[in-house]
């Protein structure tokens, strides 16, 4: 047995305090493998997370302007001065199109009209504003204010002159001043410019258009973005103008010419304006598939699609945003629905976006742009073996009898109904089905109609070759 030395014998005193440091340093140990612990467990969760949760990128870039996200504010109210533009980028907007610039105006009272729909207020938006009645100086201390203030968001000016080079060359300087990231013209305002040989005047012909835009071209050293007018037929013969005349980006869609409707009291179309009315312009949710269609013309002209596109037309939720951008938008433009439901919905738009993305598996905007375009064919491409039947799913029927009703009445009286006590039953008549959908739109509960592919033939087969092999003619 080890006898310790007397030499080494330690008083109480010093026991007491060799005990206490072992007791620190047990404690400073403890707390040291506990730390480590923490950080390792930390590290993998995060690890975890990211795996699972990954955010995808949805930073923008158009023509090198850079922004956090796809989102801008349209050229409109909500970016016609520094405190409203102040409160977009703090909640969120990547960037604004700045109201548009001009000659002085005198604007009218009063202004919007909208159609309600099915208890959905605000479904289209009508308006006779003008362009930016504020003195052209202030706009453009506060563009200047803004761009210094957040430098990482977009900055477009958008820009109506009066139709003479010098006129629009003098703006552009001025505007080129403030640091603003681009320039939007604006050719398609279809009230109150137009009277002056502006706006939509300039978008719908499209040799004015090539004018204006090689004036512009002469001066401009931003990257420059035309905004074609959907009041025409085809918005390719002024994008194809434009583009030629070299405008570096295309935008659209702006409002279309409407009448909301008629004030059954005073007899005076709205919106009244001291007992008469004008034609305005039409935008919101309403005018969403008349966007999609132009922006895929665009898309698809083998010389518009040269160049990048700004979407815009009835965007309200990040599934509209998609879907522009599926059809070729680079970005978007929002409006009406920032006038609706105020500044923070763009959070909902990001977030909306991301998850989508994570879902997909898309990691950056550039991943899906455009990848719709060509889902968008011609008539006489369509595979006519294929062919769809509707099917009613009796446990989600609620009984109410609305497909019947429509397809009886309206389409190809393909479904039976079975009186029965306290419900009718009603099933689908297969062989009689054409499969036109209609029964599954105006089916109340989700689901409960859908549509079972039943194929003709295996084959694909299109009109052309059909009438090249002597097939029959006619459907029945
Ligand atoms: C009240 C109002 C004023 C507008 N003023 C302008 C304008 O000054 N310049 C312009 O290019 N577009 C203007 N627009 C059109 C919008 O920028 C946008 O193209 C159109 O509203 C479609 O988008 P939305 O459906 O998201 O509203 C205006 C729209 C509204 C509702
Ligand atoms: S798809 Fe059309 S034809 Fe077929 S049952 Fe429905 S409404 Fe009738
Ligand atoms: S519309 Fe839908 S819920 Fe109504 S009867 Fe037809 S299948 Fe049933």
Avoid at 228 to 251: D, I, K, M, Q, Y
Avoid at 370 to 388: C, M, P, Q, R, Y
Avoid at 450 to 470: C, D, F, L, S
Wanted: glycine residues 8%; contains cysteine.
């Amino acid at each position: 047995m080890r006898t310790v030395d007397p030499a080494y014998k330690l008083s109480s005193t010093q026991r007491c305090l060799v005990k206490d440091l072992l007791n620190r340093q047990t404690l400073l140990v403890a707390s040291w493998i506990i730390i480590e612990y923490c950080i390792k467990n930390c590290l993998l969760l995060e690890h975890s997370l990211q795996k699972k949760y990954i955010m995808a990128d949805i930073s923008s870039n158009f023509l090198g302007i850079k922004s956090p996200n796809p989102f801008w504010l349209a050229s409109a109210p909500p970016t016609d001065k520094k405190i409203n533009v102040l409160r977009a980028f703090e909640s969120g907007w990547g960037g604004v199109v700045w109201k548009t610039l001009g000659s002085q105006v005198k604007n009218v009272s009063s202004r919007y009209s909208a159609v309600d729909y099915g208890g959905h207020r605000v479904m289209g938006f009508n308006n006779i504003e003008l362009i930016s009645d504020r003195p052209l100086e202030i706009n453009l201390k506060e563009i200047a204010e803004c761009v210094r203030l957040f430098p990482d968001r977009a900055m477009i000016v958008s820009l109506m002159a009066d139709n003479d080079r010098k006129s629009w060359q003098d703006i552009i300087k001025k505007v080129e001043d403030t640091g603003a990231h681009g320039l939007e013209l604006n050719f398609g305002c279809p009230h109150g410019m137009t009277e002056r040989g502006m706006g939509a005047a300039v978008g719908q012909d499209p040799e004015i258009a090539r004018m204006v835009v090689e004036w512009v071209m002469e001066a401009a050293t931003l990257p420059v973005i035309t905004k074609l007018t959907p009041n025409v037929h085809s918005v390719v013969p002024a994008g194809r103008a434009v583009v030629e005349a070299g405008t570096n980006a295309l935008s659209l869609i702006n409002t279309i010419q409407s009448v909301t409707g008629v004030d059954l009291n005073t007899l005076v179309p709205n919106p009244y304006v001291g007992g008469k009315s004008v034609f305005g312009g039409y935008c919101g949710p309403a005018v969403k598939p008349i966007a999609l269609k132009f922006l895929t013309t665009i898309a698809q002209d083998p010389l518009t699609k040269k160049v990048p596109v700004s979407g815009i037309g009835g965007i309200s939720t990040w599934k509209d945003a998609v879907e522009f951008m599926l059809l070729g938008a680079s970005n978007v433009q929002v409006c009406t629905a920032a006038m609706k439901h105020g500044f923070r919905i763009v959070e909902d738009m990001c977030e909306g976006m991301n998850n989508w993305m994570d879902e997909k598996g898309f990691t950056k905007l550039e991943d899906f742009i455009g990848k719709s375009v060509a889902n968008i064919t011609h008539w006489e491409d369509l595979d006519i073996n294929f062919h769809v039947i509707a099917k009613i799913d009796q446990d989600k029927c609620i009984h109410c009898g609305l497909c019947y009703i429509a397809c009886e009445d309206t389409s190809h009286q393909s479904i039976s109904l079975e009186p029965g006590n306290p419900y009718n039953t009603y099933t689908i008549k297969e062989e009689e089905c054409v499969g036109c959908n209609l029964c599954k739109l105006m089916c109340p509960v989700t689901d409960c109609i859908t549509m079972e592919e039943h194929r003709v033939a295996p084959g694909y087969i299109n009109w052309k070759q059909w009438q090249a092999q002597g097939l029959p003619l006619n459907d029945h």
